[in-house]
């Protein structure tokens, strides 16, 4: 599976709730993990794989989760700034500001509903990946000067590595 980069239309779309959990999403959510695992990654949305339905796999210490049709249903007032990086925009990582802890509700594999309460690191990768289902990414999450700066330091990573590829083709 491919990963959506920055500037890719997928990415900056609203996605459309997951009406049934079928053959179809149960395969999508498999090939994601691995996707997410060959990156490095700790979670991967529908979007970043060009499919603009509601769901998300995230794996962190040692745990996996299947998010489908996510809801925020509380989240703190204290916020949390944060380092994030995001495996649409690789190679580059900015501060993003978050409400440290977050009540999520969603669907796992299985159609049950679930609540998770989240903290620190786990709060800040579910707020990301819903972010993405929303057509946004944790740049948005960041002041405009640290955005813009992060998008060239990204466009210019991705401009030197075109000229690397093609100078070891002659
Ligand atoms: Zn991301």
């Known amino acids: 599976m491919r990963v959506v980069k920055w500037g890719e239309k997928s990415l900056l779309e609203v996605s459309k709730p ?54 925020i249903l509380e989240t703190s007032q204290e916020l949390h700034v944060m380092e994030e990086g995001c495996l649409s925009m690789p190679g580059v990582y900015a501060p993003a500001t978050r409400p440290k802890r977050v009540k999520v509700q969603y669907m796992d594999l299985d159609g049950r509903r679930r609540t998770i309460d989240a903290d620190g690191m786990l709060a800040k990768v579910f707020q990301h990946e819903i972010d993405h289902l929303d057509g946004m990414l944790y740049i948005h999450r960041a002041d405009e000067e640290t955005r813009e700066r992060t998008i060239k330091r990204y466009e210019r990573k991705q401009a030197n590595a075109a000229k690397r590829r093609r100078r070891r083709r002659h």
């Open 18 to 71: 997951v009406e049934e959990i079928n053959d179809y999403i149960r395969e999508l959510i498999s090939e994601m993990f691995k996707t997410m695992y060959e990156e490095n990654g700790i979670g991967l949305a529908g979007p970043q794989v060009g499919v603009n339905l509601r769901l998300a796999v995230i794996g962190l210490d040692g745990k996996e989760y299947v998010v489908i049709n996510p809801q």
